[in-house]
Every structure is written in structure tokens, then in C-alpha cells.
């Protein structure tokens, strides 16, 4: 609280969060500074025009605030490529592979990636469109004009 000459006339400190929306009953002191102090002119609490001027500063606490660790992306991230709880596979190899009659070990085998159509729906809808999931089997589709590698950079 100030006098009229802006001199620090009383102080009050408190740790307490006077700015709870919940508790309106709670909120400041009961008996902040004597009603009678206030009004006696000797103290010049009030100016000439009869107003009170009080000053508040709040200091900021530097703590952070808690915020609990989600797990969440963790646990989509360990889903990636989990072969146990996907739903849907694509078996990714190129097409343009031209193998000679009796030389089959030339030829690439599909590259399987395992995925799950929740993800897809969300992240890769027109990947997801490949799929008519009966949710008994896995579904399967096949991609053979990209090479796995970047399929990989892609599903990831």
C-alpha cells in the first residue's frame, strides 16, 4: 500500500495462488490493513481525491510446471513394421525386372512390409484405399513401381 507521496506505507507477501477461478470465497486477505489507518488523515493513505492506491507485483515461479512423459508416440513408433499386430501387408518389388527363362535367382523377391490401416487412414488414405480389410485375414497389396528402400522412407 502507498501513502499519497507513493512511499511503501505497508507490504503483505504470501505463497498462496490467490487467483484460483474455483474458490471465490478464498480470495485475498481478511484483514489486509486496518479500515481505521486507512481513513485517519495523519497517515495519508488516501490522496486529495480519497483514492487508495495499492500495488501489486507477482513473481513468477521458475519452476516448470509437471507434465507427465505420454507414451504414446513411443508405442506407435514400436508398432512400425510390428508383423504381430498389423493388419495389412504390402509386398513392394519392381515389375521391370526382365528375368531369363532358367535364371530365377536373378530375379528379386517382394520386399513384405507390415503396417496397420488405422495409421494408414490417418497419414496415408490413398495407401489405405488399396485395402478391403474382412479383419480375419491380413490383406495384402502390391506395389512393384517402387523400390523398397524408399517404400520404406515412405510408410515411415
Known amino acids: 500500500v502507498l501513502d499519497k507521496y507513493q512511499s511503501v506505507k505497508h507490504k503483505k507477501k ?10 471465490i470465497n478464498n480470495r485475498g ?3 489486509f490493513y486496518p479500515r ?17 492506491a495499492i500495488v501489486i507485483s507477482i ?15 513411443g508405442l506407435i513408433t514400436s508398432m512400425f513394421l510390428d508383423e504381430e499386430t498389423a ?3 504390402f509386398e513392394v518389388g519392381s ?4 528375368v531369363d527363362a532358367g535364371d530365377e535367382a536373378a530375379a528379386p523377391l517382394p520386399v513384405t512390409f507390415h503396417a496397420h490401416s488405422f495409421v494408414l487412414k490417418k497419414c496415408a488414405p490413398m495407401l489405405a ?3 478391403n480389410s474382412d479383419g480375419e485375414h491380413i490383406a495384402t497389396a502390391s506395389i512393384t513401381d517402387v523400390t523398397p528402400a524408399i517404400f520404406h522412407h515412405m510408410l515411415h
Open 14 to 23: 504470501s505463497t498462496r495462488n490467490f487467483f484460483r477461478l474455483d474458490d
Open 29 to 31: 486477505w481478511k484483514d
Open 36 to 52: 481505521d489507518q486507512i481513513l485517519n488523515q495523519s497517515t495519508n493513505m488516501l490522496d486529495d481525491n480519497g483514492t487508495l
Open 59 to 73: 513473481k513468477k515461479d521458475n519452476a516448470s510446471p509437471f507434465v507427465p512423459n505420454n507414451p504414446m508416440s
Open 87 to 89: 493388419d495389412v501387408c
Open 95 to 98: 515389375a521391370d525386372v526382365h
Open 129 to 131: 484405399s488399396l485395402f
